[in-house]
């Protein structure tokens, strides 16, 4: 007789997952023998039960304590469990004969199919075991002590990591056999399937074909007589023909499907055997000089790796040597345009000195020399600077690697009085000497230290500076008019970029303007960094961006440039997805910068740049591009707000940005504007003082009120224009 537990046919139950993660993590990171007490710096001087058993446990010391505990109440829980289920099935007594009867039932019930899902599922137990060593990481990271000179930075030590990365590299190789598994039993599936539609497409074949040929031979013998219609006998054969093209279809749905899943299977076999390269890659390196604990594989996967990084860095190497070929020939290029320019201006000079000679006038040669005598004084004061042709070819390489030091670098050409460089759209560039002046190496360093840091945080692949300028010239004179300008710039380090705004656009929105623009350059994945120097710009965009909304319930909807905020996020949002599965999210970082006085290199170069754009023509076909891209079923489009010594008083122009603004504001421009068509043509103080009376009604009657009477107190009958104002103010009384 044999004593057995009866325990009968259920299913296997796995432990918890903390469990595995308690369990994972005790035996692979905390051994026995190194479970002491530890005082001092690293238990941030806890007191052990060696010297002060009453003291409470912190630090290190807490965390094995609670460890102990834990591992102890795990015990408990598993000797109930044992000891509930030997209660609930209990233990018997077979005989051989039961023995022998019960073997024969558990195999014919394995040799049956389980519909109803008794039974381990390996497929369902891998799957958590990989779940549980994920966890067991995350808790690894928990129960690591408190950060001292044998941890790394992400608070593991090098065993854990070396433990960590062994895990992975396990679970990806038992991933990568479960794959092959599956993938060859669903090609044999699939290619079963398409064996037997082509067996029933040749059978379908065989038996349409000789349905065919019996109509046919019925036919030749019926000819004579006529008593066999046309469509009676070749109704079988019809049969047998579309039952053939079904079974025809059926071999192309089969051999699709055999395909499609030949390429999955393809696909996730090479995604699968990548991690797993990466994997081991990571852990050769983690092993470092213990050479004898490396396999042949990892090794064969670290050199691989090594190989793939040094194409990489040979790639960008050649990208940055072609960058650098370029920009040598375009600044060849344009030093050949300068030297020719210089040469048509000298020609000029010399002929208008032979004309001034001619006359007996020295004056334009005394100007000439005292132009030519400030501009060297002028590069003199800047020769200690170290400008972008100045350097040598290695250190242009280096530079272009890095988008922050390519935006921060020094252009000799873009810091000029008279233009020698010009946007993309051809709009020349020249810069204020103030301005030159007012660089500061310090506060760009800084700059640049904070976009390096994130650059090497982030990733960013591209940098720019942006910039919004607006520019009021006023009316001087009796028959003179004033004009008013805006205009964006970016700069990233070789291209300008920029345009002309309608005018009367604030800074604000030509700032939302400039970065609407560069993000609109860039697709999915891409990392950018943006530097801008308005906090009220970068403060709307942060906002919208952390209240997770866009449209109408956006923190900036109704607010001057609202419409622009929302394209920003819309930008973002398409940036920061991924380009395929796997693939890495994009970003866009903004770095705040000192305006103007604060010097910083970039930040000079988009505002001179911005500036520059204010003489151009506004391109009205295509500035209101960034809100036509708007999910909006229609959008307004305003005139400038109109001032009294501006050419804008007879403009037409509409644009969209002009109404970027709040409902309030559009309608005091509006009302305003047609109180200044009404009223003659005088100084601008007065025209402020006459719109005034207008709105405010000083000039108005009270109601029923005769010609010649005395004052009278009481309610007046405000214009239409009073009317209006007084009720968007808030200001008529009712009743």
Request: charged share 30%; net charge negative.
């Amino acid at each position: 007789m044999l004593r057995v537990a009866r325990l009968g046919r259920c299913r296997f139950q796995a432990p918890c997952a903390p469990a595995l993660v308690r369990r994972a993590a005790t035996c692979k990171a905390h051994n026995t023998g190194d479970a002491r007490p530890i005082v001092g710096p690293l238990a941030e001087e806890t007191p052990t039960d060696e010297h002060d058993s009453g003291a409470p446990a912190y630090g290190t010391n807490r965390r094995q304590r609670q460890m102990t505990e834990a591992m102890a109440a795990e015990e408990r829980a598993d000797d109930a469990a044992d000891a509930t289920l030997e209660d609930e099935w209990g233990l018997t007594v077979w005989s051989a004969a039961e023995i022998e009867a019960a073997e024969r039932d558990a195999a014919a019930t394995d040799s049956m199919t389980d519909d109803t899902g008794d039974g381990w599922d390996a497929v369902a137990a891998m799957e958590a075991y990989e779940d549980a060593e994920t966890a067991a990481e995350a808790y690894l990271r928990e129960d690591s002590a408190a950060p001292h000179g044998r941890e790394r930075e992400d608070g593991l030590t090098d065993a854990q990591r070396r433990l960590i990365a062994t895990q992975r590299v396990l679970a990806l190789e038992r991933r990568q056999k479960r794959e092959e598994e599956e993938s060859q039993s669903n090609a044999d599936v699939l290619a079963a399937e398409t064996a037997e539609a082509e067996q029933e497409w040749r059978q379908r074949k065989a038996e349409a074909l000789e349905a065919r040929q019996a109509a046919n031979a019925r036919m030749l013998a019926s000819e004579g007589a006529r008593t066999l219609r046309w469509e009676t006998n070749y109704q079988e054969a019809a049969s047998k023909d579309k039952e053939r093209h079904a079974a025809e279809r059926r071999v192309d749905l089969a051999r699709t499907a055999e395909q499609t899943a030949r390429d999955t299977s393809a696909h996730q076999k090479g995604e699968t055997t990548r991690r797993l390269q990466k994997a081991r890659a990571e852990l050769a390196r983690l092993k470092g000089t213990d050479e004898a604990s490396v396999t042949d594989a990892e090794q064969a996967a670290l050199e691989q790796d090594d190989k793939e990084d040094e194409a990489l860095r040979e790639t960008a190497r050649q990208q940055a040597a072609t960058l650098v070929a370029a920009a040598q020939a375009d600044r060849a290029k344009r030093a050949s345009a300068a030297e020719t320019a210089n040469r048509l201006r000298a020609a000029r000079d010399a002929t208008t000195e032979a004309l001034h000679a001619l006359d007996g006038s020295e004056a334009h040669a005394k100007r000439r020399e005292r132009q030519e005598k400030e501009r060297a004084e002028e590069e003199a004061r800047y020769a200690h600077v170290e400008y972008w042709d100045t350097l040598t070819p290695e250190q242009r390489v280096a530079i272009l690697t890095s988008p922050t030091l390519r935006l921060c670098v020094r252009h000799r050409e873009m810091e000029q009085r008279e233009s020698m460089r010009a946007t993309d759209s051809r709009i020349d560039i020249s810069m204020e000497p103030k301005e030159r002046r007012n660089m500061d190496a310090a506060n760009t360093k800084r700059a640049a230290a904070i976009g390096l840091a994130l650059e090497r945080r982030y990733g960013i692949q591209y940098a720019y500076a942006v910039d919004g300028s607006k520019d009021e010239a006023e009316a001087w004179g009796e028959h003179t008019t004033g004009e008013r300008a805006a205009a964006w710039g970016a700069w990233d380090g070789i291209t300008a970029y920029g345009g002309a705004l309608p005018p009367g656009t604030g800074n604000q929105e030509a700032e939302l303007y400039a970065i609407e623009r560069v993000l609109a350059r860039h697709t999915r994945g891409d990392r950018i960094l943006i530097m801008c120097d308005c906090q009220a710009a970068l403060a709307l965009i942060e906002a919208a961006w952390r209240s997770g909304r866009a449209g109408t319930g956006s923190p900036a909807a109704g607010k001057t440039g609202g419409l622009l905020v929302e394209a920003i996020i819309r930008h973002r949002l398409r940036i920061t997805s991924r380009e395929r599965d796997g693939a890495p999210r994009g970003c866009a970082c903004f770095i705040w910068v000192k305006a103007h006085g604060g010097g910083v290199v970039p930040n000079a170069y988009a505002d001179a740049i911005a500036k520059s754009c204010l003489t151009a023509e506004v391109d009205y076909a295509t500035v209101d591009d960034p809100y036509r891209a708007l999910p909006r079923a229609c959008l307004y489009m305003a005139q400038p707000a109109p001032r009294d010594d501006t050419w804008e008083m007879g403009n037409q122009r509409f644009s969209c940005i002009t109404a970027d603004r709040s409902l309030r504001d559009l309608i005091i421009d509006g009302i305003t504007r047609q109180v200044i068509v009404q009223l003659p043509r005088q100084s601008r103080a007065k025209c402020d003082a006459r719109v005034v009376a207008a709105v405010t009604c000083t000039g108005g009657r009270p109601a029923g009120a005769t010609t010649g009477a005395g004052p009278k107190h009481g309610m007046t009958e405000p214009t239409v224009t009073g009317r209006a104002m007084r009720l968007r103010s808030n200001d008529l009384p009712l009743g």
